[in-house]
């Protein structure tokens, strides 16, 4: 049976690939092999590894490299450990095709070992584009790496095949995460307010919020400036998500838990929310605000209308229920007054879908379970006429 190694490294991917997860998992021609590395076994970030188990899957192996560091040093030197962890990983699970999701640091280094154990590499949301965050680099340094492709939306296809991958191994699927919108039964608000312990009351949102590594403001004064927005709406019930292992993720994690304190009863903080919880939050609350790529994807299939801020998203496709706004808390107020809007509110349901009808971890199952491997891992690049 075709072996199909999936690694996942943080609370966020493993959410996007669950029905992948399953789809591999429940088909008799295929060994799922599944590796965790990163924030799963931190902690800090939750200990979300013990979710994957919960949920039935059975972890290969555990790949431990995350430093308690979230300075450029630290995150460097996290990376050096995870090449040595993933050498001997693979060197162990002789994997036919090691599949990855986006533009984590943690996924730079999958696709190193990967790359020279000569193990095919099928790369998930590839071609997009994040202008404000390093990983717009490190996304397309993994194109590279990879023999298999699929895209979110055909912008992205196009582009992958500008990198000179060829047009046979790109695939337009669309985004993954939006199988969960369809597949996961989700909860309705009563059970979304018991089981986070919390009422949603008559105006929510929803925010997260992830550091933008090249910005050169200070992410002090950025996080500050969303805190003196969202205190702008003092009658506001707050639902706030902390970020990922990024370059000064732990200072925003740290004011968001200032921020918290300050506003008991009306705030509430969550390392890890998960995916149910998440998407049933989407379908209640008034507007998502933040910079996740959560508020361009999903937030558009339950016509929730996005405050997204700043450059970290830059360059994505954002549909009609996105409205992009600068970091100050001025122009944050103004972007959600905007949302809130009955002129804007009146023009949430007729948006065209951007990524997909929600389908696509079914389609990548079966291209990797049919694909030709044989010679796989050699590439000529393709010329893309002009």
């Known amino acids: 049976m075709r072996k199909i190694c999936v690694v996942t490294g943080s609370r ?93 640091y943690e996924m730079m280094v999958v696709a190193q070992s990967a790359m020279i154990a000569n193990i095919p ?26 023999q298999l492709h699929f895209t979110a939306a055909e912008k992205y296809r196009q582009r992958v095949i500008q990198l000179g991958e060829h047009p046979d191994r790109v695939f337009n699927v669309g985004a993954v995460g939006l199988d969960n919108t369809r597949r996961l039964a989700l909860l309705t608000r009563a059970q979304l307010e018991e089981t986070i312990s919390f009422k949603l009351g008559e105006l929510c949102f929803l925010v997260t919020y992830h550091p933008v590594t090249l910005s050169y403001q200070s992410v002090e004064e950025q996080t500050r400036q969303l805190f003196e927005a969202l205190d702008h709406y003092q009658h506001a019930k707050v639902i706030i998500t902390k970020p990922n292992s990024d370059t000064n993720g732990r200072i ?28 049933s939050a989407l379908q209640f609350v008034d507007v998502v605000i933040g910079n996740s790529s959560s508020g361009i994807y999903e937030a ?29 808390s001025s122009a944050i107020i103004q972007a959600v007054d905007q949302a809130l809007s009955e002129d804007f509110q009146s023009k949430l349901f007729n948006q065209a879908p951007l990524y997909g009808t929600g389908d696509a971890s079914s389609r990548i199952k079966t291209i990797l379970k049919e694909v030709n491997l044989e010679g796989i891992l050699y590439k000529s690049f393709f010329e893309v006429q002009i």
């Not at 949920?55 to 990376?79: A, N, Q, R």
């Not at 016509?303 to 998203?313: D, E, F, K, L, M």
Request: glycine fraction near 10%.
């Open 121 to 146: 590499i099928a790369h998930l949301h590839g071609g997009e584009s994040t202008e404000g965050v390093v990983d717009e680099a490190i996304r397309h340094s993994i194109t590279k790496m990879a």
């Open 252 to 279: 925003i994690a740290s004011l968001i838990d200032e921020f918290a304190k300050a506003n008991e009863g009306r705030v509430i903080t969550f390392v890890s929310m998960g995916q149910l919880r998440y998407l």
């Open 12 to 104: 966020a991917e493993y959410g996007l690939m669950y029905w992948l997860l399953r789809e591999i998992q429940e088909d008799p021609e295929l060994t799922l092999q599944l590796v965790v590395t990163g924030m799963h076994l931190s902690p800090e970030f939750g200990l979300t590894h013990r979710q994957i188990n919960h949920d039935g899957f059975t972890i290969d192996d555990k790949v431990e490299m995350l430093l308690s560091s979230d300075t450029p040093v630290g995150i460097t030197k996290s990376m050096g450990l995870g090449l040595i962890g993933f050498a001997d990983v693979f060197a162990r699970l002789q994997p036919d095709v090691v599949v990855i999701l986006g533009d984590r």
């Open 300 to 328: 558009p299939v339950f016509h929730t209308p996005t405050v997204n801020i700043g450059t970290r998203q830059t360059g994505r496709l954002m549909g009609s229920s996105v409205i992009h706004c600068g970091e100050s």
